[in-house]
Each structure stands twice: as structure tokens, then as C-alpha cells.
């Protein structure tokens, strides 16, 4: 699988869109990455964690995001499963996966109705060590403010908006993926 040829069947690479997709993403993947090599003990899938990192976002494309580059129709909180929708139809059901469940520190069912957010009613919780992995390194990186990585506390700050279950997951994947 290449990742890149899979967003270039969907981005215009000259397009503002597609440099903020891939620079973002190579940042996330390289992120994780490093985090999975320092932890040969979790025996985590690398070849998978770089695919799946690059292209975590690539939904973004279906949502109304100008500041992006992108004009589509539905609100930038559905990106996840809206390019969960785009792998699977490409046949990559696994990589799919982190797409839907990469948003925060993922998305429960229970938030979905208190909040009321146009997302289908399921949940939205990164699994796998690999998906938690990369929905962990995505926290420190914005797609706003390119190649600058977020500190924890700013993480923790900017999540705690999102209620101290979010905050909570986070704080334990800093303590599982971080090397003291």
C-alpha cells in the first residue's frame, strides 16, 4: 500500500489542502513511529502505523473547512468517518478503522447524544494499541500551526473542553507510551 497514492487519487497536489494533509500526517507518523520503536516490548505493527497515520485525516476533503482548503459539505467533526467511508471503499477496512476513531481521544457513543454532533450513533473509541497510538500522537499536532509540537499540558488544556473523560484517556497514554 501507498499512502500517498491513495490521497493523490483524492487531493490536487498543488492544492493548500493537500500540503496541510500530508505535512500533518507525516508529522503524526513520524511521531508514532518513534513512540513505537521505543517500545519493542508492544510488538506494534510499524508498516501499518505509518500507512494508517498518513492517512488518518484524509476525510477532511468532505468538510467545510476554508482555513484547509476545504469546500465540502458536512462539519470537520465528521472527517474521521467520512474517510473511514473512502478506505473501506479502497478496501483498507483496518486502516479505516483509525480514521473514524482518531478524533479526540475518540468519541463515545454517550458524547455523540449529549452533545448532540452529526455523527452516526455508535462509538468511536480507538481500540487497538496501533489506532490509540496514532490518535495519541495526533494530539500534538494541529493542522493550523504545521511542524509545531504541542506540549502535554497544552493538550490537556485544549481537551478538557471536551470533559474530563477525554483529559482522563489521554493522561493514561501518556503514561503507556511515554519512555521516562
Not at 16 to 38: F, M, P
Not at 66 to 73: Q, R, S
Not at 84 to 94: F, M
Not at 116 to 141: G, M, N, T, V, W
Amino acid at each position: 500500500m501507498e499512502p500517498l497514492k491513495i490521497i493523490e487519487k483524492y487531493y490536487d497536489t498543488r492544492s493548500e489542502a493537500y500540503h496541510i494533509l500530508v505535512t500533518h500526517s507525516r508529522s503524526v507518523a513520524d511521531k508514532a513511529l518513534s513512540i513505537a520503536e521505543a517500545h519493542p516490548e508492544m510488538n506494534l505493527d510499524r508498516t501499518f502505523i505509518e500507512e494508517a497515520a498518513m492517512l488518518h485525516d484524509i476525510g477532511i476533503t468532505f468538510c467545510n473547512a476554508a482555513d484547509m482548503d476545504c469546500h465540502g459539505t458536512y462539519e470537520y467533526i465528521c472527517h474521521g468517518y467520512l474517510g473511514a467511508n473512502l478506505l473501506r471503499k479502497e478496501g483498507y477496512p483496518r486502516h479505516a478503522l483509525v480514521c473514524e476513531r482518531h478524533t479526540g481521544t475518540g468519541i463515545s457513543l454517550q458524547m455523540i447524544k449529549e452533545n448532540h454532533l452529526p455523527l452516526p450513533l455508535r462509538d468511536y473509541l480507538p481500540i487497538s494499541l496501533e489506532e490509540q497510538l496514532i490518535c495519541f500522537a495526533d494530539k500534538f499536532f494541529s493542522k493550523t500551526k504545521l511542524n509545531k509540537e504541542k506540549s502535554i499540558r497544552k493538550i490537556q488544556e485544549s481537551l478538557n473542553r471536551y470533559g474530563e473523560e477525554t483529559v482522563l484517556r489521554f493522561n493514561d497514554w501518556c503514561k503507556l507510551f511515554l519512555v521516562e
